[in-house]
């Protein structure tokens, strides 16, 4: 079955320095999503995006974030100056379209900690 | 305002017994849907109800959706070992594409 994947599964970095977390969505997936779950909270959304460029993100998503496509099959997320709030489970998600009741399928995560 | 809260927070049952999970929401939904979590990993999709659904099943899953009194359920029976993981709901709104979350129910089934 299909699956969404993520690299790497873990990331420690330094508080200043930027990370890019990759995302492979299912192949025929044109919708891709990303959320953060900050250690014992609920999980959060980020942002959205489809056919290149953001159709949603949240208030959480500022300036220091940027998301990108750079082939037919990556989807990365980039923070740019890391502060140790950003320390959280990062996931990926995928779906064919946003139209209602589309499922989004989610990656394993990525386990970002900022030291 | 909070949408999605699950409780209970935490459940405990052996193994065969039936788990009952409860999310309540605040506003008008799109659609609920019911993810499981275990411990530090991914989230794995496990059903998704419409907001003109009333019930729906799948395998030993079993979800309700009362939109008048802005609330689903969880039922998964004769649980096993393998069930033992954290539940949320997350409701999706109209005109939105992201999902909202509920805390969750961490749930652990003793063989």
């Known amino acids: 079955e299909p699956e969404v994947t993520q690299t790497p599964s873990h990331q420690v970095t330094q508080m200043g320095q930027e990370v890019i977390l990759r995302c492979v969505p299912i192949?025929?997936?044109?919708?891709f999503y990303w959320y953060r779950q900050i250690l014992g909270q609920k999980v959060e959304f980020l942002v959205s995006?489809?056919?290149?460029?953001?159709?949603?993100k949240s208030e959480i998503f500022d300036d220091q974030f940027s998301v990108e496509r750079p082939d037919g099959s990556n989807f990365t997320l980039k923070i740019r100056s890391t502060k140790l709030e950003d320390s959280a489970m990062y996931f990926c998600?995928?779906?064919?379209?946003?139209?209602?009741?589309?499922?989004?399928?989610f990656g394993p995560g990525t386990r970002l900690l900022v030291l | 305002s909070q949408q999605g809260e699950e409780d209970p927070q935490a459940l405990s049952i052996q193994e065969g017994e039936n788990a009952t999970m409860n999310c309540s929401y605040k506003?008008?939904?799109?659609?609920l849907q019911w993810y499981r979590q275990n411990s530090g990993r991914g989230l794995v999709h496990l059903i998704l109800i419409r907001s003109n659904e009333r019930e729906k099943h799948s395998g030993r899953l079993r979800v309700t959706l009362d939109t008048s009194k802005k609330s689903s359920s969880l039922l998964i029976t004769a649980s096993r070992a393998a069930d033992t993981a954290s539940y949320f709901c997350a409701t999706l709104r109209y005109n939105t594409d992201k999902l909202i979350f509920g805390t969750g129910t961490r749930l652990q089934v003793f063989p």
């Open positions: 506003t008008s939904i799109n659609n």
């Open positions: 995006f489809y056919n290149n460029e953001i159709s949603e």
């Open positions: 192949s025929n997936h044109l919708y």
């Open positions: 998600a995928s779906s064919e379209s946003p139209t209602p009741g589309e499922t989004q399928y």
